[in-house]
């Protein structure tokens, strides 16, 4: 029963994407949506409809004159799969086909001179003449072979080409993706090196100091590190920076991978810096409403540790007191909803402590 009800749903979903696709559409505002939609609806409905056919005819041997033995269940369900998207495609190409696409100008072809209707009936016709009581032998059995090799064959040939097309257009995309980025990539360098060009040495040296981190490119890095140094008492800029209440991150940048000259002298303001640093991730913990995505790049704390390694490591024992608080920041009790919550960044601090633990 389950089999002659689905026969007659495919059959409505057939003639009525044939139907709906007869006559050229207007592809302009609501049109178009309302095409597209009702492309889908009898498009996707096919492919259930015919899906659910074949699973029943399936299961009660419809299908057992195409071949003998284990394959022939793969075999049947490989057919009904490139039918499928052979008359789902020849239907949405019908109208919609764009002159600079990298798809296989055969599948247009086979759309326009109606594949979406000749091309699965070579598949719908077997199944017709394999349900209980109809029976293969209203056709001769070369004749019903014949016609289930075909509509495989030219569903094979079709999706083929669709996987061609699929694979063109995504080297495409990514290439132009990549062009993209690449464009963008130059033109934020540039405008990196013209922002660093305009700053004069009595402009604020911490507009400086983003530029000259050690993952900004070696031009842009080395252009920044002039410019800084140009200040003439540029280290202790740095230093006043490390006191204030919010620039002092803006240092740590500095730092991770660029020397001072006189390092003894950083290390009160660092100490002081880290405090506040502690301080201040302590108070967002407590009052933070989305901890789920909550980042700490914000914070410069791998670029505070790479630094404190590069240029204080003899220094470590000084430090070792305040990256202690850092970690009991880290650690503060967060609110119930975000208990389970843990920071990657807990881990950094964790193994810093333990490398240079006396």
């Known amino acids: 029963m389950l089999a002659y009800i689905f026969a007659v749903l495919t059959t409505v979903c057939f003639i009525s994407l044939t139907l ?7 592809l302009v505002g609501e049109n178009a949506m309302g095409y597209g939609l009702g492309l889908f609806f009898w498009g996707a409905g096919f492919v259930l409809t015919s899906l659910i056919l074949t699973i029943a005819l399936n299961v009660r041997g419809g299908f057992d004159w195409v071949i003998q033995g284990g394959t022939r269940t793969p075999l049947v369900f490989f057919a009904w799969l490139v039918v499928a998207l052979t008359t789902f495609f020849c239907a949405l190409f019908k109208w919609e086909w764009h002159s600079d696409t990298l798809y296989p100008a055969f599948l247009h072809g086979l759309a326009v001179r109606q594949g979406q209707v000749w091309i699965p009936l070579f598949w719908l016709i077997p199944c017709f003449l394999s349900l209980p009581s109809a029976g293969p032998s209203l056709l001769p059995l070369t004749a019903l072979k014949g016609s289930f090799w ?22 495409r995309s990514a290439e132009a993706e990549m062009a993209q980025r690449a464009e963008q990539e130059d033109r934020i360098h540039r405008e990196h090196l013209e922002t ?28 920044a590190l002039a410019k800084i140094k140009a200040h003439p008492n540029w280290e202790a800029e740095l230093i006043a920076l ?25 290390v009160g303001p660092l100490n002081a810096s880290i405090g506040r640093l502690s301080a201040s991730i302590r108070a967002d913990i407590k009052d933070s409403n989305n901890l789920q995505h909550w980042s700490f790049d914000m ?15 003899n220094r470590s024992a000084d430090f070792y007191p305040s990256i202690v608080k850092l970690q009991q920041a880290l650690n503060t009790p967060k609110p119930e909803r975000f208990k389970d919550v843990r920071f990657s960044i807990t881990g950094t601090v964790d193994r810093w402590l333990a490398r240079h633990k006396k």
């Open 196 to 223: 660093i060009a305009a700053q004069k040495v009595d402009d604020p040296i911490v507009n400086l100091l983003g530029y000259s981190g050690r993952y900004q490119s070696d031009d842009v890095r080395q252009a």
């Open 150 to 171: 075909v509509a495989m064959g030219l569903g094979v040939i079709f999706s083929g080409g669709l996987l061609v097309g699929y694979v063109r257009e995504s080297a």
């Open 242 to 266: 490390l006191q204030s209440d919010w620039r002092y991150k803006e240092v740590y940048y500095f730092l991770d991978g660029n020397a001072v000259e006189h390092p003894e002298q950083f």
């Open 299 to 313: 914070y410069g704390i791998d670029q505070l540790l790479r630094a404190l390694d590069g240029q204080f490591l």
């Open 20 to 26: 709906f696709t007869a006559s050229k559409p207007s």
